[in-house]
């Protein structure tokens, strides 16, 4: 029975809380109806005995509080009936919850987005087995004084054979080749030759078939990565043991790679001062891995093919393997003259694939950070003038017994939905926003793949929603503080003569604050957008206006690669002259050019004598050399300086010529090049001419010496294409037809014009710059936002001081004079100390800005003005509604 | 009304029991019963009064349903249950015993 009565009054508080409310009101009023009678009988005036009854009762509230209280369920009953009460509120204010919703999530979306950014690539490790003992070994060469070079493969050899401090070393070569598949076009891949242990010293494991192991070298084999099995063999499970061709040659598929496998190939090969191979063409995924035999015989000591990864021995310190590296290519260094002035140079893998981008990555978390500071300060601010409107509200029920920690618990329940509410909308941007992420993000930014909303990125979300619930529920909570309670329920609260001083100067330290790290964030985005305008109106010494780049790969067996008869190549020699003939016989077509390496892709270098240089002399840098047809110079419109240029006359067995560019004139010939001879190539060399610079290397970095030779008497398989003429698209067509025309089984890629090349080039340094622009626009809209919503706030506070100042005589032209001074004053107070934020925090932009100081006074000044215009656009409208205040109805209101 | 005290702490429960006793009662029947058997001198805080009737209802010692009172309003009566009676006698037993031990420890010299 008694258990019975007490399941069915838990029941009942559960399912019927109202209702029960309600009962317990009812009975209450029904008590003071009867204790009031009571007094009226007993003489009292009708007013009199309420008063009394209530009197004797106490506060009603409380009292119906503490009944409460007497039920078992009171947490969960509560917690639903503030959730009621908090979404009642945003309806009951739509555009006040809305305005902080928007805010809210805005901010928890941004830097949800950001941080699965920075989760993705910089906090979750590489994807391999112990990945902090793996190491990349560099050479470097003190005579050019590069220190990120690739390695010779004896010199590879030497390394793994001697070394004590590396337990394992891997030789990787980059290339890239056709993939035939049978009544398709063929498709160009990008492979990496590896040494067949590279995979098992890296823990990666195959999703089908198996590795390579040793005595696979040079095997007709091949592991394709799992997105070219899906996408182009339709994720064929029975494909291992299955034949592809590969430029020609059948080889059989071992297995198949997860994508990751590939985790900073991209970054090793961007990181490299040449031999970047498909890194230079934007490529950013290793579609096929292919068994390398390290044959010192095939890659003789003077030749740089291979990147080296090696994975240090347990407890030995990347210090440690640099010692002693070092120490065996100083060896080397005496042994072989071909390794004269070559060291070692080894970096953690980590640091190679992450550390370039660690600092932008963490920048953008900064502001983003920054940005959610500024929402919630908004936020705050926006809740504090809605508390001095729930004021009296708030007096009113504490007065009657609300308990404080009752309404405590309102409030912060309340915060709790709005944040969640923001919480789940900031997700969805952020979903949006991470989708555009990985489109924007530059090539080299390593496992973009792996950024998304995963549990870290979600906890992260829920912990900054948690504290900007918590904010939103202490700021009113701390409102209700009993001290005042009186004073607000005397002053009216609202409508009452001047606001409570202290709550305006909080607020207005609020809009300081945020307009200070607005101004940081502006400062800084204005440096990146100075940098990349600096740097896209640097001359890269070629034009592109009108200029087609297309791509091409001879494989050797249609276009045999006799090195004993080089340059004497009559299939490759035919293939150029044929196709710069149809070329410049299509229509459209204004001049044509072939060349081994594009404008914009570094190439290769080489080692190179000058003849009749002291041979004691310290030996010279390596210098890049470009192979290029006739017409390259007047196709890209390289001005010639002094001298000529080879014609179509330089033939295979002429005369060995070379054009020199003003930088190598100036850095090996005194600037008098011409007549000069400089041997490479176990040939000697006449300079028939000096070009302008062309910055191949980027447009950011300066444009290094270089040495062009005539295709004819350097014939490549990897050639580029360039023509000028109109339309790009009938460019291409063209380009196509006259390819497919001479040899139809040749795939051409990488076509696009030369100005996307360029603009492709500096998306390194647009992604971070056109994000930072985004958030400062972003963070200055809130602080403006802020800075009108607080002078909106005081004009209706001083509405009533308006008006005796203008009944006193003060024209509104006083009065907008009054708002607007404090509106600026806010922003210059702002202003100062967001420079001065600035000032010390855009010193870590340092690496990423170009051509323009961190404390450039331009741009400071440029976001000063921005700012105080903003500020005042914001101060006008509540200005102007100070001097509409009509004195008359101001004071009778009162 | 120097005379009234208020209800002393812990005896709110048995005195709303015994005041039940004679039949079902609403609140403030509760409260005037209790100051009328104390010939005024026990006063119910009101405010202590509504918890209690809640607390012994959450303990199954009361019930209530609403009902219309004397003067034709709508009221809650409270009426004893079974337990709610065994209830009064423990604690009136209890009572009798600490004021006997009171009174002792009072009368001892």
């Known amino acids: 029975m008694r258990a019975f009565s007490r399941i069915r009054h838990l029941l009942r508080n559960v399912f019927a809380a109202a209702a029960a409310d309600r009962e317990l009101d009812d009975e209450i009023r029904h008590h003071l109806a009867l204790e009031t009678e009571e007094g009226i009988r007993a003489g009292l005036d009708p007013g009199e005995a309420r008063r009394r009854a209530l009197l004797a009762f106490g506060g009603v509230a409380r009292h119906s509080e503490a009944a409460r209280d007497q039920r078992g369920t009171l947490l969960l009953e509560d917690l639903g009936r503030d959730v009621r009460l908090a979404l009642r509120g945003m309806r009951r204010n739509p555009a006040f919850a809305a305005v902080v919703i928007l805010t809210l999530a805005l901010g928890i979306g941004a830097n949800a987005a950001i941080f699965s950014m920075v989760d993705g690539v910089l906090l979750r490790p590489a994807p391999f087995e112990d990945p902090d003992g793996l190491v990349v070994v560099w050479e470097t060469d003190r005579a050019s004084g590069t220190s990120h070079e690739p390695a010779s493969v004896p010199d590879y050899l030497d390394l793994r054979r001697r070394s004590e401090t590396i337990a394992d070393l891997a030789a990787i070569l980059p290339a890239e080749r056709n993939l035939d598949i049978e009544g398709r076009d063929p498709a160009r891949i990008t492979v990496l030759n590896a040494t067949p242990g590279t995979l098992l010293m890296l823990g990666v494991r195959p999703l089908l078939g198996r590795t390579f192991a040793e005595g696979d070298e040079g095997a007709p084999l091949a592991l394709l990565s799992e997105a070219l099995w899906r996408g182009r063999f339709g994720a064929d499970p029975d494909i291992a043991g299955t034949s592809v061709r590969l430029d020609d040659v059948p080889v059989t598929v071992a297995g198949v790679l997860s994508d990751e496998a590939d985790w900073g190939i991209r970054q090793i090969l961007g990181a490299a001062d040449y031999g970047r191979s498909f890194a230079d063409r934007g490529a950013s995924r290793v579609d096929a891995w292919l068994p390398l035999n390290p044959d010192p015989e095939a890659f003789p000591r003077q030749t740089h093919p291979v990147f080296l990864v090696g994975r240090l021995r347990a407890g030995v310190e990347a210090g440690a393997a640099q010692s002693e590296l070092a120490a065996i290519a100083a060896d080397l260094e005496e042994t072989y003259p071909e390794n004269a002035a070559r060291g070692v140079n080894v970096q953690s893998l980590r640091e190679v694939v992450v550390g370039p981008v660690r600092t932008p990555l963490l920048l953008l978390l900064a502001a983003v950070g920054m940005v959610l500071l500024i929402a919630c300060v908004n936020v705050a601010s926006l809740l504090l003038a809605r508390g001095t409107a729930r004021s009296r509200e708030v007096a009113i029920r504490s007065a009657l017994g609300g308990g404080r920690a009752r309404l405590t618990r309102q409030f912060l329940a309340e915060g709790a939905v709005y944040a969640g509410v923001s919480a789940a909308a900031g997700l969805a941007l952020a979903v949006a926003g991470i989708g555009l992420l990985r489109v924007a993000a530059p090539a080299d930014l390593p496992a973009v793949g792996r950024v998304g909303i995963d549990l870290r990125v979600l906890a992260v979300a829920l912990a900054v929603s948690a504290l900007a619930a918590l904010l939103f529920g202490l700021v009113p909570a701390a409102q209700t503080h009993a001290r005042d309670l009186g004073e607000r329920l005397q002053g009216g609260g609202e409508r009452g003569g001047t606001a409570p001083r202290g709550r305006r100067r909080l607020r207005a330290a609020l809009v300081v604050a945020e307009l200070a790290l607005a101004v940081t964030i502006a400062t800084g985005a204005g440096l990146l957008v100075k940098s990349f305008i600096a740097v896209t109106s640097v001359d890269p010494g070629f034009r592109t206006e009108g200029v087609l780049k297309a791509e091409l790969q001879l494989p050797a067996t249609r276009y045999p690669r006799d090195f004993s008869v080089w340059p004497n190549w009559p299939r490759t020699l035919g293939f150029n002259d044929a196709l710069l003939a149809e070329l410049s016989s299509t229509p459209g077509v204004q001049a044509v050019a072939l060349s081994g390496p594009h404008p914009l892709a570094p190439g290769f270098t080489n080692s190179f004598l000058i003849d009749g240089r002291d041979p004691s002399a310290p030996p010279l840098p390596e210098i890049p050399v470009r192979p290029i047809s006739a017409g390259y110079f007047e196709t890209l419109g390289v001005p010639v300086l002094s001298g000529g240029t080879f014609g179509d006359d330089a033939a295979p067995d002429g005369p060995a010529l070379a054009v020199v560019n003003q930088a190598a004139a100036d850095a090996f010939f005194e600037g008098r090049p011409v007549g000069r001879r400089l041997t490479f190539w176990g040939s000697s060399r006449e300079i028939v001419g000096v070009v302008g610079n062309e910055t191949f290397r980027g447009v950011d970095q300066p444009a290094p010496p270089a040495v062009y030779v005539p295709t004819a008497q350097a014939p490549q398989w990897n050639l580029s294409v360039l023509v000028r003429g109109g339309d790009p698209g009938a460019l291409a067509r063209g380009v196509r037809a006259a390819v497919n025309g001479i040899d139809p089984d040749l795939a051409v890629f990488g076509v696009e014009t030369l100005e996307e090349t360029l603009s492709g080039s500096l998306s390194r340094r647009r992604f971070p710059m056109l994000l930072m622009t985004l958030f400062a626009a972003l963070a200055l809209t809130l602080a403006i936002v802020g800075v009108h919503g607080v002078l909106s706030y005081t004009v209706e506070q001083r509405r009533q001081e308006m008006g005796i100042r203008m009944a006193l005589g003060a024209r509104p032209r006083d009065v907008i004079g009054l708002v607007l001074g404090e509106g600026l004053r806010l922003a210059a107070l702002g202003l100062a100390l967001g420079l001065l934020g600035a000032w010390a925090a855009t010193r870590l932009l340092a690496a990423l800005l170009f051509g323009v100081q961190p404390t450039d006074p331009a741009t400071f000044l440029t976001v000063a003005v921005l700012v105080v215009a903003a500020a005042l656009a914001a101060t006008v409208a509540p200005a102007l509604r100070a001097a509409r205040v009509d004195p008359a109805r101001t004071l009778q209101a009162q | ?109």
């Open chain 2, 1 to 109: 009304m120097g005379g009234r005290t208020d209800v002393l702490q812990g005896t709110l429960d048995m005195l709303i029991l015994k005041a039940l006793t004679p039949g079902p009662m609403h609140g403030w029947g509760v409260s005037r019963r209790i100051q009328e058997a104390s010939s005024d001198v026990l006063q119910v805080n009101q405010g202590s009064l509504y918890p209690a009737l809640h607390r012994l209802q959450y303990a199954g010692w009361i019930e209530s349903e609403w009902g219309v009172s004397e003067a034709g309003r709508r009221a809650k009566f409270y009426h004893l249950t079974g337990p709610g009676r065994g209830r009064l006698e423990k604690e009136k037993e209890e009572w009798r015993v600490y004021v006997g031990a009171v009174e002792a420890v009072l009368q001892a010299t």
